[in-house]
C-alpha cells in the first residue's frame, strides 16, 4: 500500500495562526524560494516542509502577442490538470522614458466551467474540478517571478476573469483573495472577481464579514431575460428582479462613491445589440445605484464560432446613449487576440503560437 504523501495543510493545521501568515508572506518575498529559506519558521516546522513543492504549478506554454505583448500560459497542476492564465502590459500615454508598464492578470478559478455560457470557449471545456486557494495564488506568484527575472515591474491588478466561475468555487477564492492583499500588497480596489450572477453566492458574500471589500464584476450579457437565458443556461427566471435588490443590499455592505457595481457586457451582433437591448440595458441599471458598464467586442474562440461581432459603430452608439443618461460606460480594448488570450477565449490550447 502507498503511503500517503503529507500535504502543507496536513503540517500546518495544528500551527498556531501566525505561522500561517509567516507562510503566506513568505510566498511574495523574491528572495525566498523553498520553504527551508522561511527563516521566521522553526527549524523543526522547516524540516517538516522540505519536501512540498514551493509552487504548485509549473509552466507547459507560454505565448506572447506580436501585437501589444500580452502573455498566456498554460499552467500545469500536480494531477495533470491544467488552467490559463494572462498578463496584460497597461501603457499609459503619459508615461516618460524608463516608466514601466503597470501589469494587469487574469487569473482562474476552476478547472474548465461548468456555466456553459454559448459564447464562452472555456465554457466548451466542461467542468474538471474546482482550484485550491494555492493553485490560484500561485498563478499570481508565477507571473509575478517572471517581471521579477526580467524586471519588468510588478503585478499591478488582479481579474478573476479566467476560466470558471468563481462564485462556485467560494471558499478558495475568498481565501486567496485575502492572502494576496494582505501577502501581495495589493489593494482590494486593484482586484476584481467576475460571475456569470449565482443569487444565493451572491447573497452569501455580501453578509460575510471576512469577504473582501474587491471589485465586483457581473457578467450579463442581456437585460432581457429570454434573451439572457438563450446565451447563458445558468440563467434563472427571476435574476433581473433579484439584481436589483440585491444591488442596494450589496453598496449597504461596500458603502463607497468609488465601489461601483461592474457590468460586462460582450456585444454579439445579431443576438444582443438591438436598440431594445439597450433601452432594458439603461433601465435595469438605472435601478441599480452606482454602476460602470463595460461593453466588450466579441472575440471568436475559434472559426467554427456561430457568433458574429458587433461592428464598433453599434458599440459607441451604445456607449454615447449610456453617456447621456449619466451611466458611467467603456469600451473594453480587448488584448492578445493573436494568442487566444482575449476575453472569452482560453480554452487550453496546448501548443505555441505561430
Same mark, same amino acid.
Given at each position: 500500500?502507498?503511503?500517503?504523501?503529507?500535504?502543507?495543510?496536513?503540517?500546518?493545521? !495544528?500551527?498556531?495562526?501566525?505561522?500561517?501568515?509567516?507562510?503566506?508572506?513568505?510566498?511574495?518575498?523574491?528572495?525566498?524560494?523553498?520553504?527551508?529559506?522561511?527563516?521566521?519558521?522553526?527549524?523543526?516546522?522547516?524540516?517538516?516542509?522540505?519536501?512540498?513543492?514551493?509552487?504548485?504549478?509549473?509552466?507547459?506554454?507560454?505565448?506572447?502577442?506580436?501585437? !501589444? &505583448?500580452?502573455?498566456? +500560459?498554460?499552467?500545469? /497542476?500536480?494531477?495533470?490538470?491544467?488552467?490559463?492564465?494572462?498578463?496584460?502590459?497597461? $501603457?499609459?500615454?503619459?508615461?516618460?522614458?524608463?516608466?514601466?508598464?503597470? =501589469?494587469?492578470?487574469? $487569473?482562474?478559478? %476552476?478547472?474548465?466551467?461548468?456555466?456553459?455560457?454559448?459564447?464562452?470557449?472555456? &465554457?466548451?471545456?466542461?467542468?474538471?474540478?474546482?482550484?485550491?486557494?494555492?493553485?490560484?495564488?500561485?498563478?499570481?506568484?508565477?507571473?509575478?517571478?517572471?517581471?521579477?527575472?526580467?524586471?519588468?515591474?510588478?503585478?499591478?491588478?488582479?481579474?478573476?476573469?479566467? %476560466?470558471?466561475?468563481?462564485?462556485?468555487?467560494?471558499?478558495?477564492?475568498?481565501? @486567496?483573495?485575502? *492572502?494576496?492583499?494582505?501577502?501581495?500588497? *495589493?489593494?482590494?480596489?486593484?482586484?476584481?472577481?467576475?460571475?456569470?450572477?449565482?443569487?444565493?453566492?451572491?447573497?452569501?458574500?455580501?453578509?460575510?464579514?471576512?469577504?473582501?471589500?474587491?471589485?465586483?464584476?457581473?457578467?450579463?450579457?442581456? +437585460?432581457?431575460?429570454? #434573451?439572457?437565458?438563450?446565451?447563458?443556461?445558468?440563467?434563472?427566471?427571476?435574476?433581473?428582479?433579484?439584481?436589483?435588490?440585491?444591488?442596494?443590499?450589496?453598496?449597504?455592505? /461596500?458603502?463607497?462613491?468609488?465601489?461601483?457595481?461592474?457590468?460586462? =457586457?460582450?456585444?454579439?451582433?445579431? $443576438? #444582443?445589440?438591438?436598440?431594445?437591448?439597450?433601452? @432594458?440595458?439603461?433601465?435595469?441599471?438605472?435601478?441599480?445605484?452606482?454602476?460602470?458598464?463595460?461593453? *466588450?467586442?466579441?472575440?471568436?474562440?475559434?472559426?467554427?464560432?456561430?457568433?458574429? @461581432?458587433?461592428?464598433?459603430?453599434?458599440?459607441?452608439?451604445?456607449?454615447?446613449?449610456?453617456?447621456?443618461?449619466?451611466?458611467?460606460?467603456?469600451?473594453?480594448?480587448?488584448?492578445?487576440? !493573436?494568442? @487566444? +488570450?482575449?476575453?472569452? %477565449?482560453? +480554452?487550453?490550447?496546448?501548443?505555441?503560437?505561430?
Amino acid at each position: 500500500m502507498t503511503e500517503k504523501i503529507e500535504s502543507l495543510e496536513d503540517i500546518i493545521k !495544528d500551527e498556531p495562526a501566525f505561522r500561517r501568515q509567516q507562510i503566506y508572506l513568505a510566498w511574495f518575498d523574491k528572495n525566498i524560494h523553498s520553504f527551508e529559506e522561511i527563516t521566521t519558521l522553526s527549524k523543526d516546522l522547516r524540516a517538516k516542509l522540505k519536501n512540498i513543492p514551493w509552487m504548485t504549478v509549473k509552466e507547459r506554454v507560454l505565448q506572447q502577442s506580436k501585437i !501589444d &505583448g500580452t502573455r498566456k +500560459a498554460l499552467l500545469e /497542476f500536480a494531477d495533470g490538470r491544467v488552467v490559463e492564465s494572462v498578463l496584460m502590459p497597461r $501603457v499609459s500615454k503619459k508615461m516618460i522614458p524608463g516608466d514601466k508598464p503597470r =501589469y494587469t492578470i487574469c $487569473v482562474s478559478s %476552476q478547472v474548465g466551467c461548468p456555466m456553459a455560457c454559448t459564447f464562452c470557449a472555456t &465554457g466548451k471545456l466542461g467542468f474538471s474540478r474546482n482550484l485550491t486557494y494555492r493553485e490560484i495564488i500561485d498563478q499570481m506568484r508565477y507571473w509575478q517571478e517572471l517581471l521579477w527575472k526580467t524586471e519588468e515591474g510588478k503585478v499591478d491588478n488582479i481579474v478573476f476573469m479566467g %476560466q470558471g466561475e468563481p462564485l462556485l468555487n467560494y471558499n478558495n477564492v475568498k481565501l @486567496a483573495l485575502n *492572502i494576496l492583499i494582505k501577502g501581495a500588497e *495589493i489593494g482590494p480596489r486593484k482586484i476584481t472577481v467576475s460571475t456569470v450572477g449565482l443569487a444565493e453566492t451572491m447573497n452569501k458574500m455580501v453578509d460575510d464579514k471576512h469577504w473582501p471589500p474587491v471589485r465586483f464584476a457581473l457578467s450579463l450579457h442581456s +437585460a432581457i431575460n429570454e #434573451n439572457r437565458t438563450s446565451i447563458m443556461p445558468s440563467n434563472r427566471a427571476d435574476f433581473l428582479d433579484f439584481l436589483v435588490d440585491w444591488s442596494k443590499r450589496y453598496h449597504l455592505a /461596500f458603502p463607497s462613491r468609488t465601489h461601483f457595481i461592474g457590468i460586462e =457586457y460582450i456585444m454579439l451582433g445579431g $443576438v #444582443n445589440d438591438s436598440p431594445k437591448n439597450l433601452d @432594458a440595458l439603461i433601465k435595469l441599471v438605472q435601478k441599480m445605484g452606482s454602476v460602470k458598464v463595460n461593453l *466588450i467586442p466579441y472575440n471568436p474562440g475559434s472559426k467554427k464560432d456561430f457568433f458574429g @461581432a458587433t461592428p464598433i459603430e453599434t458599440i459607441k452608439h451604445w456607449q454615447e446613449k449610456m453617456n447621456q443618461k449619466n451611466i458611467i460606460c467603456t469600451v473594453r480594448r480587448s488584448q492578445g487576440l !493573436d494568442i @487566444a +488570450a482575449a476575453c472569452g %477565449q482560453l +480554452a487550453n490550447l496546448d501548443k505555441q503560437n505561430d
